[in-house]
């Protein structure tokens, strides 16, 4: 919270932020099996991005970059790769019930390099809007 207010602060500045207050909502509402109406609203305590981007790769492409990289598996991504239901509803509660015009889901099995041109062509196109 803390952060969030430190960034209000920050309108000229580009600022990135990886498992902000989208990830958590999605992740905790993954957990839940139940299938009532879900209303969320983005907290007025917190600063709501300019630009949300989420990246969805499909399981093995997910796989094979946690093995590429030099740090251990999480619990989470153990949970991800063990429950494919909950990967669905996570996914379902990224792209359908995060509250934001912001959000842009990006689904991507390419080289990181074109999603992160992809990812600055979203910075691009935000800039230009708010000039």
Request: charged share 25%.
């Amino acid at each position: 919270m803390i952060v969030s207010f430190e960034l209000k602060n920050q309108q000229d500045t580009i600022i990135i932020l990886d498992r902000y207050w989208p990830s958590t909502i999605a992740y905790q509402l993954a957990k839940v099996n139940e299938n009532n109406q879900i209303n969320i609203s983005w907290p007025n305590y917190l600063v709501q991005p300019a630009l949300i981007v989420y990246i969805y790769v499909d399981e093995a492409e997910r796989c094979r970059r946690i093995t590429q990289r030099s740090m251990g598996v999480t619990l989470e991504e153990k949970q991800l790769a063990e429950q494919e239901t909950f990967r669905r509803r996570l996914d379902f509660f990224y792209r359908n019930k995060i509250p934001s015009t912001h959000l842009y889901a990006i689904d991507r099995n390419r080289p990181t390099s074109d999603i992160a041109n992809d990812i600055l062509d979203l910075f691009q196109e935000q800039n230009t809007k708010v000039e």
